[in-house]
DNA sequence: TATTGTTATACTCTATAACTATA
DNA sequence: TATAGTTATAGAGTATAACAATA
């Protein structure tokens, strides 16, 4: 067998294998905010508030990459429950602010953990070490995936955007690999 | 901030680049693939009937991992393309063999190569030894996701044992799998 | 009675375009 | 005219349950 066709099926084996744990992954993790009666969009939209304060539901929109058609649906839900609440913007009338209201926050506050208690769950089979380095390898793919705004996603207010596993080492409490990943190494 | 706050921040960390990671990998390839008319389930059956031979509706259903139900749907678009044909086993008149047909190969042949060179294109990111390490890191996720049948990789189909950090220096080559094109497409 | 595959239904997501109201 | 949001529609994907033919 050819060095090339090798590489080719390493790939593919890479690629098939990040699939299906992404896709368990958030089937498990969904499940698990499911009995809050929270979809993922929806969620989502809640912790942007959250974390972001009042937006337009475009911005909304371009957050969490879905058009908007679908956020007007995703807030219809929201706003049916009580759990967001639209405003006019008063000087430019086109837009709408979407509010978290106090049910909202309570909602998130008791499905955030829940959430969260899911994604620890499955990361648990990770040490720290391999967490962050399970993280950057995947930023590292979204350097070609998504050029745009590859320096953080949704992102909890005080963004540690920088190259991690360098700040305080002691935190995890499992082996801290010192050999962290330092390659780092010149694209292509 | 403390310890398990932080311990868990980096999990949900780890967890949202993964998922941003593999849609947009996803999204990528299936639009490699979309000129070619095949949805991700299609191809997954047509790859699967190569690698396998004519196998049971219901087979096929459990190795993509979708319902009998839907795979009646996605056998019948096969079929009214004539890339697959249904025979009712001789013996035991309530199974349907599924083979795949000239036509069907020979759309899997033109398919599979702009398949893999997106997958390739995407992976190029990495270096070998990089790939290595994320199909080992979500393989080990899996083990948590999916303890049934998280075994079938490329070349640690024993070893998980072991931490890694240690192995893939070397290129072994050879492992010439008959089942080439394992690729189990994912569920979006 | 159990199993294979089909049909029917319903609900979610996604994708688009046409529409409104504002600017 | 351009933009923010809404509505409508159509297509996939998913999840069930009821059903027919066969064992």
Redesign the pocket.
């Known amino acids: 067998m050819s060095k090339g066709e090798k590489k080719r099926r390493r790939a593919l084996d890479a690629y098939s294998t990040l699939q299906r744990a992404a896709s368990m992954a958030s ?1 498990q993790v969904e499940q698990a905010v499911h009995p809050f009666g929270l ?4 969620f989502g939209v809640l912790e942007t508030l959250q974390s972001r304060g009042p937006v ?4 909304l ?1 371009e957050a969490l990459g ?8 995703i ?2 839900a929201l706003e049916a429950r009580g759990w967001v609440r ?1 405003e006019r ?1 008063a ?7 979407v509010y978290l209201t106090d049910d909202g926050r309570a909602v998130l506050v008791s499905t955030a953990p829940a959430r969260s208690d899911a994604i620890v769950a499955i990361m648990a089979e990770l040490s720290g070490d391999q967490r962050a380095r399970l993280a950057r390898l995947c930023r590292r793919l979204l350097r070609v995936l998504d050029p745009e705004q590859s320096i953080e996603p949704i992102d909890e207010s005080h963004a540690e955007a920088h190259d991690d596993a360098a700040d305080d080492a002691h935190d995890d409490d499992e082996l801290d690999d010192p050999a962290v990943e330092t390659t780092l190494p010149s694209p292509t």
Request: hydrophobic share 30%; no cysteine.
């Open positions: 089937a979809s993922a969009s929806q337009h539901q475009q911005e929109a879905r058009s908007k058609a679908q956020m007007t649906a807030i219809d639209r913007h000087t430019d009338r086109r837009f709408i602010s």
